[in-house]
């Protein structure tokens, strides 16, 4: 069993999604011979209150991972959006992005190569099994952005196996004006992006497949002549994916040239 999850934050809606989802996953489809002796209710009211408050993304994939841990059972855990879809390409013999290498954890605070795919990215780059990599992207690496679970059985032993994220970085949040002499201006939306399929034929419709909801955040403060964004507040999250045959509707769009347009469903 793999399970693609979603994110989360102190009992927010993305939290109760992502816990009663992985719950009744479990539930439905999970050997029911591999819950005896174990009291699941009790087990999930246990870890309720850790999804509260986890973070979204990583961290709440973390608690979720370290109760299905507790079941000591194979082929559970909840994985990245990412690492899931690269994982099913690689199933059905699809191209799939990969820097082609993966990275262990094998000293506590140090990152290494664990396994490098002949011809990939990272081997033609002259990177050797076994190397330390020190940095990501400018930033020390054990705290990169880009750092993913590789996807390992949440039981699985020994150190931890990462992969670094291939997904492009794309700023693409609508901007967000503020008053002449404003001295500091804060950001807090949420925003649903469809994936919709056209049938062919002339009279086809599109229809609805599922949406992503994300949410972007951040506080940007004026000082000695410049607009930097605040230590630690800006956040970009992927909350969680739905599957939906409904048709979205709107109250406003943005259009790059005009802004934001209010012109109703």
């Known amino acids: 069993m793999v399970l693609l999850l979603a994110v989360g934050a102190r009992a927010s809606e993305e939290t109760l999604h992502t816990f009663h989802a992985m719950k009744g996953h479990v539930e439905r489809r999970i050997f029911k011979g591999a819950l005896d002796g174990i009291d699941w209710d009790a087990l999930c009211r ?17 608690v979720l991972n370290r109760l299905l841990a507790e079941l000591k ?3 559970a855990a909840v994985l990245e959006a990412e690492v899931y879809g690269r994982l099913w390409s690689e199933v059905f013999g699809k191209p799939a992005p990969t820097w082609g290498f993966m990275l262990e954890e094998t000293v506590p605070g140090r990152l290494f190569v664990r396994t490098l795919y002949e011809g990939g990215p990272a081997a033609e780059a002259g990177v050797l099994f076994g ?7 400018g930033e020390d690496a054990l705290r990169s952005k880009r750092l993913l679970p590789a996807g390992y059985d949440a039981i699985s032993p020994g150190p931890r196996k990462l992969v670094v994220s291939t ?34 034929g002339d009279d086809s419709r599109w229809v609805p497949i599922a949406y992503w909801k994300w949410t972007w955040k951040g506080k940007a403060v004026y000082d000695e002549g410049a607009w930097s964004l605040e230590d630690g507040s800006g956040d970009q999250t992927l909350n969680y994916v ?21 012109d109703g469903p």
């Open 131 to 137: 190397d330390r990599v020190v940095k990501i992207e």
């Open 167 to 200: 997904a492009p970085e794309v700023d693409d949040s609508p901007y967000v004006p503020c008053d002449d002499g404003a001295v500091d201006v804060r950001a807090d939306e949420t925003f649903r992006m469809y994936v919709m399929y056209l049938p062919p």
């Open 73 to 75: 059972v194979s082929h």
């Open 242 to 262: 739905a599957y939906t045959d409904a048709h979205p509707t709107w109250n406003d769009r943005y259009d790059p040239n005009a802004g934001w347009v209010i």
């Open 46 to 62: 246990r870890y309720r209150p850790l999804a509260d408050r986890a973070k979204p993304g990583l961290e709440l994939h973390g």
